[in-house]
């Protein structure tokens, strides 16, 4: 194979590919060239096959692909911690909504989204799907930062500074797409915030623009049972009747949380192609209910996790959400066998991946795919000793663990330093919208 003068093999210890599942490789390069990566091979053979490669010694690290965050809204992490301890409904509206009424805004948001890089990047996570205020303003830091997004356009019947109504929501999505256009590392989906607060109008109009731009639709759906209750009411049919109904139960919709499904709609779910985004800990922090997705992965679906927002997590986690998720699938279903530790790293990975439309491109160690891949050291006492290297990546590492992060081949975190953003400014700047929004 050739390839050029400045090629990179990383020399780690373990690889874990993700695809095939619960697969280990010892002692292995991965080539990395042109952001791509290019072969998998035995460190013995680097010397003699790519001989002018610059080499990265990761002794005892496993080297796997980055996380996918498939469910979130970055800019919230400014209000991390602002309210805890509360229901879903009075959270949102008497805390999260009246901040965001009064603090939202274009220098919140890039503040917001910066550290959420930071936080992400340091954690292991490369790739994130967003829903939230201008996300032209996310898709600027996102370029600068080097991660990968998919950057939702909002639409919800909540007047807000980023729009008054759903038509207003729909034109501004618009506006940012015909001005952002494409980039390699941000695409864009419909994001309808939930049944409950977008019209049948609007999603028919989301649908068509979905379909005609081969986009996802990302919506909140069945976070709470009162979610059902209200849908009874107001439009005399369940939420996911409705949407059936208004040709969007298909695998262009992703849908978050999903915690109250009946036997035939996870079976609906599955042979629609929808995938579920999984936000094990938002769902237990408003004790919203529990996603049954060792149920959901026998019939087939597609399950990803997400953390959703710092302000109902409140971390940004990859290593914490993929635990979480199968600590909560086993209690959850009273099957310990239930979301063993090789599935849940398919689903932080390549079933993330998957759900944004990417695994062509990330998700899995591959030659041809982007080399957005990251290095976890495992020589601390908590990954001592070494039985299961996939057992420890979910049970045992933490995120403190990630030395190094590359995205198309750009290294964004290098021995746990972000590389392209100034985190001590970040966090700073973070703090002042904090004791601006106590003042
Ligand atoms: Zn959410």
């Known amino acids: 194979m050739t390839v050029s003068a400045d090629c990179q093999a990383l020399l780690a210890k373990y690889v874990v ?86 603090f939202a805004s274009e ?68 506006a940012v797409v015909e001005q952002h256009g494409g980039h390699d590392r941000i695409g864009w989906a419909w994001a309808p915030h939930a049944p409950y607060t977008v019209s049948d109008e609007s999603f028919c109009r989301l649908g068509e623009l979905t379909e005609a731009g081969g986009m ?87 399950i990803a996790i997400g953390t959703d927002g710092a302000a109902s997590n409140n971390r940004l986690d990859m290593f914490a959400e993929m635990r979480l998720a199968s600590l909560n699938a086993k209690g959850s279903a009273l099957n310990p066998e239930a979301a063993p530790a090789a599935r849940s790293l398919s689903m932080a990975t390549i079933q993330g991946a998957r759900a944004l439309g990417l695994d062509h491109l990330i998700g899995s160690i591959e030659v041809g795919k982007a080399a957005d891949v990251i290095a976890v050291d495992l020589d601390e006492a908590g990954s001592a000793p070494i039985h299961n290297v996939i057992s420890h990546l979910v049970y045992a590492v933490g995120r403190h663990q990630v030395s190094d992060v590359w995205v198309s081949g750009q290294r964004l975190v290098q021995a746990g330093e972000v590389t392209t953003l100034d985190r001590s400014a970040i966090v700073a700047n973070a703090q002042r919208w904090a004791d601006k929004m106590h003042a």
């Open 17 to 102: 590919p993700v695809v095939p599942e619960n697969v280990l490789l010892e002692d292995t390069a991965i080539i990395i060239d042109h952001g791509a990566i290019v072969d998998v091979i035995d460190i013995s053979a680097v010397g003699e096959r790519y001989p002018q490669a610059t080499v990265q010694a990761l002794p005892h690290h496993v080297v796997m692909p980055g996380m996918v965050n498939a469910h979130g809204h970055s800019p919230m992490v400014l209000m991390r911690g602002l309210a805890d301890d509360l229901p879903l409904m009075e959270w949102l509206q008497n805390h999260i909504w009246p901040a965001e009424q009064a």
């Open 216 to 302: 996802r639709l990302h919506l909140h759906l069945l976070e709470t049972a009162g979610e059902i209750e209200q849908s009874l009411q107001t439009h005399g049919e369940h939420p996911i009747d409705r949407l059936v109904r208004l040709g969007l139960y298909n695998e262009r919709l992703i849908a978050a949380h999903m915690t109250q499904l009946t036997a035939e709609q996870i079976e609906a779910t599955a042979r629609a192609g929808v995938s579920v985004l999984h936000c094990p800990a938002a769902n237990m922090k408003l004790a919203s209910g529990f996603c049954p997705i060792d149920r959901l992965d026998r019939a087939g679906v597609n």
């Open 107 to 174: 220098d919140f948001v890039r503040a917001g989204s910066e550290l959420a890089a930071v936080e992400m990047l340091q954690g292991g996570t490369t790739c994130f799907n967003d829903n939230y205020f201008f996300p032209n303003i996310t898709a600027e830091v996102v370029e600068a930062a080097g991660i990968r997004a998919l950057l939702g356009l909002p639409v919800m019947n909540v007047p807000t500074i980023w729009a008054d109504d759903e038509a207003g929501y729909i034109d501004q999505g618009l």
